[in-house]
T-cell receptor
Framework: EDQVTQSPEALRLQEGESSSLNCSYT??????LFWYRQDPGKGPEFLFT???AGEEKEKERLKATLTKKESFLHITAPKPEDSATYLC??????????????FGKGTKLSVIP | NAGVTQTPKFRILKIGQSMTLQCAQD?????MYWYRQDPGMGLKLIYY???????DKGEVPNGYNVSRSTTEDFPLRLELAAPSQTSVYFC?????????????FGDGTRLSIL
């Protein structure tokens, strides 16, 4: 069964304290992996697409990496405005050339001033 | 640049009532999706559509119906509301069926069934 597992469930950081979020997956024949940010009361906001193992993407204080079994979202010197829930999702083939996303449960990040 | 627009933002229903959650996108995307998000759970796919007139079931379709008469709109219908359908519902769209295309989400409809 295709699964996406995120850890930790929640993470509290002091402002400026760097850390990493983990996303492990068991989707067969991986065709990309997505990271989203979700603020309270809002829909998921797209951050990154990672296409293949070894790829890295960066945006401001965030860097996403991908291996054959997992992905990491590294947060360098976080600020309070980085507080959000971060979601990981992997596409799985659903037939007729279409793909459906399997989402992890998310990591809730709180950055304390 | 509206993107994906969902209405209403909040709704309270009584058990057995019916309602339609509206979703519209202005990006000319062919592929549209409905998800539900329950506390502590990942997003679960309810229904999806690959174009006007074509819909298919996702992971948790029971108790819901959809239609797609235009490219822009993809309404989700609850016929007989049950407490188990209390959730936050998200609509999403993407331009193509390419697995690398990200889905773009609306801000959700928060639905309570009492």
């Amino acid at each position: 069964e295709d699964q996406v597992t995120q850890s930790p469930e929640a993470l509290r950081l002091q402002e400026g304290e760097s850390s990493s979020l983990n996303c492990s997956y068991t989707v067969s024949g991986l065709r990309g992996l997505f990271w989203y940010r979700q603020d309270p009361g809002k829909g998921p906001e797209f951050l990154f697409t990672l296409y293949s193992a070894g790829e890295e993407k960066e945006k401001e204080r965030l860097k996403a990496t991908l291996t054959k079994k997992e992905s990491f979202l590294h947060i360098t010197a976080p600020k309070p405005e980085d507080s959000a829930t971060y979601l990981c999702a992997a596409p799985r083939y659903s037939g007729a050339g279409s793909y459906q996303l399997t989402f992890g449960k998310g990591t809730k990040l709180s950055v304390i001033p | 640049n509206a993107g994906v627009t969902q209405t209403p933002k909040f709704r309270i229903l009584k058990i057995g009532q019916s309602m339609t959650l509206q979703c519209a996108q202005d990006m000319n995307h062919n592929y549209m999706y409905w998800y539900r998000q329950d506390p502590g759970m990942g997003l679960k796919l309810i229904y999806y559509s690959v174009g006007a007139g074509i819909t298919d079931k996702g992971e948790v379709p029971n108790g819901y119906n959809v239609s797609r008469s235009t490219t822009e709109d993809f309404p989700l219908r609850l016929e007989l509301a049950a407490p188990s359908q209390t959730s936050v519902y998200f609509c999403a769209s993407t331009r193509t069926r390419d697995s690398y295309q990200p889905q773009h989400f609306g801000d959700g409809t928060r639905l309570s069934i009492l």
